[in-house]
């Protein structure tokens, strides 16, 4: 399922960028979506997207299921990943059941990062949340 959700997807960006005549690298069409390179002389993988470069962390989080990839999914990719870049956080907002959490982690996955997802409450102080930061400090 995986795998055709994939396919599907770089079938429509595909489609996509012939529809719109994309020639070159450097059109938008090209840049905003999420692509692989290795390079050799480093030894890494490297994920850009945009102006965004991030060394993929190999964090295998297994073959779990994904939503299907929609153009609000792309902008969030592009959103989410730029202000990565600036080093800022990403915190989605929107309804519930809307796939925010689903999408981080998809991302989160596509660059081989662990990402952490916690729900906040009435009872979450201070004290709670320095407690969950030092954890996930330790953890690297």
């Known amino acids: 399922m995986v795998l055709i959700t994939l396919?599907?997807?770089a079938r429509d960006v595909v489609a996509n960028m012939v529809r719109d005549?994309?020639?070159?690298v450097g059109s938008f069409a090209w840049q905003s979506q999420l692509r692989q390179y290795w390079i050799d002389e480093q030894l890494c993988?490297?994920?850009?997207?945009?102006?965004?470069k991030f060394n993929y962390g190999f964090e295998?989080?297994?073959n779990g299921p994904r939503l299907v990839i929609t153009p609000l999914t792309d902008r969030i990719y592009i959103t989410a990943s730029q202000s990565l870049h600036?080093?800022?956080?990403?915190?989605?907002?929107?309804?519930?059941?809307?796939g925010k959490t689903e999408t981080v982690k998809d991302l989160s996955s596509q660059v081989g990062k662990p990402v952490y997802v916690f729900n906040c409450s009435d009872q979450m102080d201070y004290q709670s949340m320095g407690m969950l930061l030092l954890l996930m400090s330790c953890m690297y």
């Open 21 to 24: 005549n994309v020639a070159g």
């Open 60 to 62: 295998y989080l297994g």
């Open 86 to 98: 600036l080093n800022m956080g990403c915190a989605p907002a929107g309804p519930a059941g809307t």
């Open 45 to 52: 993988m490297q994920v850009r997207i945009a102006d965004a």
């Open 7 to 9: 396919d599907t997807h």
